[in-house]
């Protein structure tokens, strides 16, 4: 299996998903757009993505407005339906591939819907779910996370620091079991004498505190 990271920022106008960006990564490959057909207006006067992701965009060169903002000579920015073809490229190029998000919901929605198709008619190759970094917080006692200190709203950086928490809680899962739906924490394991070709261990551990 190849975990592929991702994240996206986009509009929710209640009916539908407006993508405005997406950034995936997978070990040290990684993919990042713009979608050049969103709807600039709606997301210029939007109340969360005017302060918190348009700064991270390109700006348009000449007088900014409401729906000219963007730079459309970019190189990151690109028509949905490119974007579309390249993001599932890219997915599908690896063996096996899991996706992986952070409150991924939407974000599964939005990359279905990048190609204008229902969810049920994903290209062959593309995971039909996002696995949520938020689930395997949760079964690990929600330990204590990495710190995303800058690009916060940034879809690639989003999708990298998704991939360094996905990272922190692959090693952390290797250090804890759950009995009897009770989480510990491995100290050890010991070898034992087991019957005829069994083997036996003896497991030496610290009950976590719940939540």
């Given at each position: 299996m190849t975990r592929i990271y991702y994240d996206t920022e986009f509009l929710d106008t209640g009916h539908s998903i407006e993508g405005v960006s997406i950034g995936l990564v997978a070990g040290e490959r990684e993919y990042y757009a713009i979608n050049g057909d969103?709807?600039?207006a709606s997301i210029?006067?939007?109340?969360?993505?005017?302060?918190?992701?348009?700064?991270?965009?390109?700006?348009?060169?000449?007088?900014?407005?409401?729906?000219?903002?963007?730079?459309?000579?970019?190189?990151?920015?690109?028509?949905?339906?490119?974007?579309?073809?390249?993001?599932?490229?890219?997915?599908?190029?690896f063996p096996d591939p899991e996706l992986w998000g952070d409150w991924s919901a939407f974000d599964h929605v939005g990359l279905s819907w990048l190609a204008g198709r229902p969810m049920m008619e994903l290209p062959?190759?593309?995971?039909?779910?996002?696995?949520d970094l938020q689930q395997e917080v949760a079964r690990l006692g929600n330990p204590p996370l990495p710190e995303q200190t800058t690009g916060r709203h940034h879809a690639?950086?989003?999708?990298?620091?998704?991939?360094?928490?996905?990272?922190?809680?692959?090693?952390?899962?290797?250090?804890?079991?759950?009995?009897?739906?009770?989480?510990y924490e491995v100290i050890k394991w010991d070898s034992r004498d087991g019957n005829g070709d069994e083997e036996a261990w003896m497991l030496y551990a610290r009950r976590l505190p719940a939540g």
């Amino acid at each position: 299996m190849t975990r592929i990271y991702y994240d996206t920022e986009f509009l929710d106008t209640g009916h539908s998903i407006e993508g405005v960006s997406i950034g995936l990564v997978a070990g040290e490959r990684e993919y990042y757009a713009i979608n050049g057909d969103m709807p600039q207006a709606s997301i210029y006067w939007d109340k969360f993505l005017r302060p918190e992701v348009i700064p991270h965009l390109p700006r348009y060169p000449g007088p900014v407005r409401p729906h000219r903002w963007l730079d459309p000579w970019h190189p990151d920015v690109k028509p949905r339906q490119q974007i579309a073809a390249e993001v599932y490229a890219f997915i599908t190029s690896f063996p096996d591939p899991e996706l992986w998000g952070d409150w991924s919901a939407f974000d599964h929605v939005g990359l279905s819907w990048l190609a204008g198709r229902p969810m049920m008619e994903l290209p062959p190759g593309v995971p039909d779910r996002t696995n949520d970094l938020q689930q395997e917080v949760a079964r690990l006692g929600n330990p204590p996370l990495p710190e995303q200190t800058t690009g916060r709203h940034h879809a690639l950086h989003d999708a990298r620091h998704n991939q360094q928490v996905g990272d922190y809680l692959e090693e952390l899962a290797n250090k804890r079991i759950t009995i009897n739906g009770r989480l510990y924490e491995v100290i050890k394991w010991d070898s034992r004498d087991g019957n005829g070709d069994e083997e036996a261990w003896m497991l030496y551990a610290r009950r976590l505190p719940a939540g």
